[in-house]
């Protein structure tokens, strides 16, 4: 809730061709931007890209492509729009996230050797599993944007 506005922002301003002007998203978010212009002209920022570079770097399978979403170690290759699933699958908590309450069908571990994830999808309460796979990729959408909008400030 604290920084994807900024980011969203800024990225905003970059696809509008403006992104010499993401300094004015402090402004439009009332943000102290002390903490983001410390941590760039410090070298802090440097020093956090090339650490992120080395984790990319050592991924195991090696990313193909973006996003590489990994869930418990494992990455999800094309299925990474249900992440809500594997993430619920995953969770040892002992209390199960409100994402999570929903989720009714079993879901596999992804592997190396399975890249096409066609055969899975989250399935909500109440629903037939044999549902069209485009209803509940919709589903999941709704929710993700949901979810993307309620963190919009601006």
């Not at 993430?87 to 309450?101: E, F, R, V």
């Not at 069908?105 to 592997?111: D, E, S, Y």
């Not at 589903?139 to 993700?144: A, N």
Request: some cysteine; glycine content about 4%.
């Amino acid at each position: 809730r604290d920084h994807f506005p900024f980011v969203s922002c800024v990225e905003k301003l970059n696809y509008e061709d403006k992104y010499t002007e993401w300094n004015t998203c402090f402004k439009i978010l009332d943000l102290d931007p002390t903490p983001i212009i410390d941590c760039y002209t410090s070298g802090r920022g440097h020093k956090l890209e090339l650490q992120y570079a080395d984790e990319i770097t050592a991924l195991e399978p090696p990313h193909d492509y973006v996003p590489w979403v990994v869930v418990d170690g494992q990455p999800l290759y094309e299925d990474y729009t249900n992440f809500i699933s594997f993430i619920c699958k995953a969770y040892n908590g002992s209390s199960m996230p409100q994402a999570c309450l929903g989720i009714s069908c079993p879901v596999t571990t992804p592997t190396d050797t399975v890249k096409s994830f066609g055969h899975r999808h989250v399935c909500y309460k109440g629903e037939d599993s044999l549902k069209s796979k485009s209803k509940l990729k919709s589903k999941l959408s709704e929710i993700i944007s949901a979810t993307i909008d309620s963190w919009m400030i601006f």
